[in-house]
């Protein structure tokens, strides 16, 4: 069998230099028999954003799939689960409903890693609500990373949507995923449809 692809998509206002990003990357590199790994730099327009991943996912229709979506990308991520047979999603921190948390944000922004400023506009908020689901069809396609102490968002709304999905619930941390490397031989088990997640041991929180 093929081994999978591992695409990681970044959050809101992040880029592929992201941390999570590079330990992910780093670590493929020094396992290459797992699978390929890509982290495209996605627009800030989220339909674009969407555009650009559903090209990759479908250029690999014949393999399997792995999405690991940070905030912003666990929403993106979703949506694109829902539609393509071949993905499977594990979600770190992920945005739940993000036009409502990005309203607060309307307006200049800059990207913290690539410069770029651009303007933050209600179309940006219609495009997010048009990627919205009341719920998934399958929820052992979806693997659930979150820290209590994430400041950004609401840790329990991503755990009351996948309730059904396997789940580790870490108190402290922050919204970054504090010790993100710990939990990177969990994903690659959940890419061969294996559940082995660690103890959720607490860590401090981070502001």
């Given at each position: 069998?093929?081994?999978?692809?591992?695409?990681?998509?970044?959050?809101?206002?992040?880029?592929?230099?992201s941390?999570?990003?590079?330990?992910?990357?780093?670590?493929?590199?020094?396992?290459?028999?797992?699978?390929?790994?890509?982290?495209?730099?996605?627009?800030?327009?989220?339909?674009?954003?969407?555009?650009?991943?559903?090209?990759?996912?479908?250029?690999?229709?014949?393999?399997?799939?792995?999405?690991?979506g940070?905030?912003?990308?666990?929403?993106?991520?979703?949506?694109?689960?829902?539609?393509?047979?071949?993905?499977?999603?594990?979600?770190?921190?992920p945005?739940?409903?993000?036009?409502?948390?990005?309203?607060?944000w309307?307006?200049?922004?800059?990207?913290?890693?690539?410069?770029?400023?651009?303007?933050?506009?209600?179309?940006?908020?219609?495009?997010?609500?048009?990627?919205?689901?009341?719920?998934?069809?399958?929820?052992?396609?979806?693997?659930?990373?979150?820290?209590?102490?994430?400041?950004?968002?609401?840790?329990?709304?991503?755990?009351?949507?996948?309730?059904?999905?396997?789940?580790?619930?870490?108190?402290?941390?922050?919204?970054?995923?504090?010790?993100?490397?710990?939990?990177?031989?969990?994903?690659?088990?959940?890419?061969?449809?294996?559940?082995d997640?660690?103890?959720?041991?607490?860590?401090?929180?981070?502001?």
């Amino acid at each position: 069998m093929q081994s999978p692809l591992f695409i990681y998509v970044h959050g809101f206002n992040s880029s592929p230099s992201s941390v999570k990003a590079r330990l992910l990357g780093a670590y493929m590199k020094t396992h290459p028999e797992l699978g390929d790994y890509c982290v495209p730099a996605l627009s800030h327009w989220p339909a674009e954003a969407v555009l650009q991943l559903e090209k990759i996912i479908t250029e690999h229709a014949d393999r399997r799939v792995v999405l690991i979506g940070s905030s912003l990308g666990g929403y993106y991520s979703t949506w694109l689960t829902e539609r393509h047979e071949n993905c499977r999603t594990v979600l770190v921190n992920p945005a739940v409903y993000p036009y409502r948390l990005l309203a607060d944000w309307l307006g200049e922004n800059q990207n913290i890693y690539t410069a770029e400023h651009y303007t933050l506009s209600p179309e940006h908020l219609h495009q997010l609500e048009s990627f919205a689901l009341g719920g998934v069809k399958d929820s052992s396609r979806y693997l659930l990373l979150v820290q209590t102490g994430d400041t950004t968002l609401d840790y329990q709304e991503a755990v009351a949507f996948f309730a059904g999905s396997p789940q580790f619930v870490q108190p402290g941390g922050s919204h970054g995923f504090d010790r993100f490397e710990d939990l990177i031989p969990a994903i690659v088990a959940f890419a061969n449809n294996k559940i082995d997640l660690p103890e959720p041991v607490p860590l401090p929180a981070s502001f």
